[in-house]
């Protein structure tokens, strides 16, 4: 076991468009999205034991439940070996609000997975990685595949795919977004007729998700309607936050600034690749 304390950034996602294609006889719905990261996430430190013991710290405000996305990877990770004895320290920094549609949670897990495969020597490959991500979540794979990825079906398919690198202005309305009752409502769109690489390029995409959204929580609009004045501004996930690309770091901090105060917010800037494989794998 690697004694040593591990430190590691969870980065948020963003998605530059979503579309629902469809709906199988199970419910799940069926999407077409591009998920690219930012260089910005909650921070979680870890450290191993051999006491059996599983537990997290919270440095931070945020109402979690103690059984949340981190304690459940570490449990599914130790039980999937077969090792009981195996214990973790988890201290978590959040940064990211829940229920804001960055995937803060999924990469919570992903980036736990990652850091006690690595903490407890377990030594799964990849692939094994990501079959314990997808049942915690829908966008847990693409942390553990670790590249901004072109996403389809019920978020299972991806393929790498390195959108332009953009500083972004991210506003987060202080809300909290339930993802299964946006997917829910009666009258989301679910025919979104699938794109190509070519009309993304062009424009020719959206967030299927908004419209019912913005009609639940209008704090959401509010957010869209202030960005809008800066570029194409685009809720991310199922909301509340949304984006909008700017030339420079110093102008999206600068829309945060004159930004509505009930607001919060943050400037990144893309990535295409997940931090914390490419430290795991130098540590």
């Given at each position: 076991m690697t004694r040593h304390e591990i430190t590691l950034l969870s980065p948020v996602k963003i998605n530059l468009f979503l579309h629902i294609t469809g709906q199988r006889a199970d419910g799940y719905h069926l999407l077409q999205t591009l998920i690219q990261f930012l260089d910005y996430g909650d921070l979680i430190s870890f450290s191993g034991n051999e006491d059996s013991l599983i537990e997290r710290v919270d440095q931070h405000s945020f109402p979690l439940p103690d059984q949340d996305l981190c304690i459940r990877a570490a449990n599914m990770l130790r039980e999937f070996v077969g090792q009981k004895n195996l214990g973790a320290t988890i201290t978590l920094n959040k940064k990211v609000p829940p229920g804001s549609g960055l995937g803060a949670g999924s990469s919570n897990a992903a980036t736990t997975l990652l850091a006690l495969?690595?903490?407890?020597?377990?030594?799964?490959?990849?692939?094994?990685?990501?079959?314990?991500?997808?049942?915690?979540g829908a966008d847990v794979p693409v942390f553990l595949h670790g590249e901004s990825a072109w996403t389809e079906g019920i978020g299972d398919t991806f393929r790498a795919y390195y959108p332009e690198i953009r500083w972004y202005c991210v506003i987060i309305p202080g809300i909290e977004v339930p993802t299964a009752e946006v997917f829910a409502d009666p009258h989301l769109n679910r025919d979104h007729k699938p794109v190509n690489f070519q009309q993304f390029i062009d424009g020719e995409t959206t967030n299927d998700l908004e419209a019912v959204t913005v009609t639940r929580y209008p704090e959401?609009?509010?957010?869209?309607?202030?960005?809008?004045?800066?570029?194409?501004?685009?809720?991310?996930?199922?909301?509340?936050?949304?984006?909008?690309?700017?030339?420079?770091?110093?102008?999206?901090?600068?829309?945060?600034?004159?930004?509505?105060?009930?607001?919060?917010?943050f400037a990144a800037r893309s990535i295409n690749h997940n931090p914390v494989l490419q430290k795991l794998s130098g540590s």
């Open positions: 495969n690595k903490i407890w020597n377990t030594n799964l490959n990849q692939e094994q990685l990501i079959e314990l991500g997808r049942q915690l959401v609009g509010a957010a869209l309607d202030y960005l809008s004045d800066f570029g194409v501004a685009r809720m991310s996930g199922t909301g509340s936050a949304v984006f909008v690309a700017v030339q420079t770091h110093k102008l999206a901090e600068e829309l945060l600034k004159r930004m509505p105060r009930s607001f919060t917010g």
